[in-house]
């Protein structure tokens, strides 16, 4: 199993500013996710973070607004840049594991409040 | 890309209830599926998978079967218990290398009265 700490667990940010969300795992992960679960909606795949490598992003998501970093195999952080308050969200991290890679382990959430 | 279609909730059960939530999905290839739960205060987990057609993923008492003729991954439960409350979703992944990548359901919000 894996576990992940996720920080900061909350935050209220004012329109226009950027934050970073922190993840760490406990051991060393090929691939980190980072997902989005907007108010009374569903999860949505943002981006997939690979060490030594640029993050590939899914549709409708672009770098200049979520910048991801993964500088080494345990950790990562995804930035909420310029922020207005439809990015009022939950934002979770997660990474692979289990035998054949097949189950995903989330991190606790950042719930995030744009005023 | 994929797309999961989920029994909207939320459902309102009495303790040892059958439960059944229907989980219908469209896919590319042949997706390995999930049931993720959340409870109260929690983060979301693995409830139970099944990687190929026919196969039956279990957990917990709960149980789905990978139909790929109907393309469904029904979630089922004999007897529910009040600790069952909780979110649960649906997840295709998108197969091959991208077990990460899930297409979640809207979740569907369970509780259970004593």
């Known amino acids: 199993s894996a576990v992940i700490s996720q920080k900061p667990s909350r935050d209220i940010c004012q329109r226009g500013t950027s934050l970073t969300i922190q993840c760490q795992v406990d051991?060393?992960?090929?691939?980190m996710f980072w997902y989005r679960q907007q108010p009374g909606q569903s999860l949505t795949l943002i981006a997939t973070?690979?060490?030594?490598?640029?993050?590939?992003?899914e549709s409708g998501f672009v770098i200049d607004k979520f910048p991801i970093s993964r500088p080494n195999l345990t950790f990562s952080t995804l930035t909420v840049s310029n922020m207005s308050p439809e990015d009022s969200s939950i934002y979770l991290c997660?990474?692979?594991?289990?035998?054949?890679?097949?189950?995903?382990?989330f991190g606790s959430g950042t719930q995030l409040s744009v005023l | 890309g994929n797309s999961v279609t989920q029994m909207e909730g939320p459902v309102t059960l009495s303790e040892e209830a059958f439960l059944t939530i229907n989980c219908t999905y469209t896919?590319?290839?042949?997706?390995?599926l999930f049931w993720y739960v959340q409870y109260p205060g929690e983060g979301l987990q693995l409830l139970l998978k099944?990687?190929?057609?026919?196969d039956k993923g279990s957990n917990k008492g709960f149980e789905a079967t990978y139909r790929k003729e109907t393309t469904s991954f029904h979630l089922e439960k004999g007897s529910v218990q009040v600790s069952d409350s909780a979110v649960y979703f649906c997840?295709?992944?998108?197969?091959?290398?991208?077990?990460?990548?899930?297409?979640f359901g809207q979740g569907t919000i369970l509780t259970v009265h004593p």
């Open positions: 997660s990474v692979e594991g289990g035998g054949g890679g097949e189950k995903l382990f």
């Open positions: 051991s060393q992960v090929t691939m």
């Open positions: 973070a690979n060490q030594g490598s640029e993050a590939t992003y």
């Open positions: 896919a590319t290839g042949y997706p390995s």
């Open positions: 099944a990687t190929k057609a026919d």
């Open positions: 997840a295709p992944n998108a197969g091959g290398t991208s077990y990460g990548k899930l297409t």
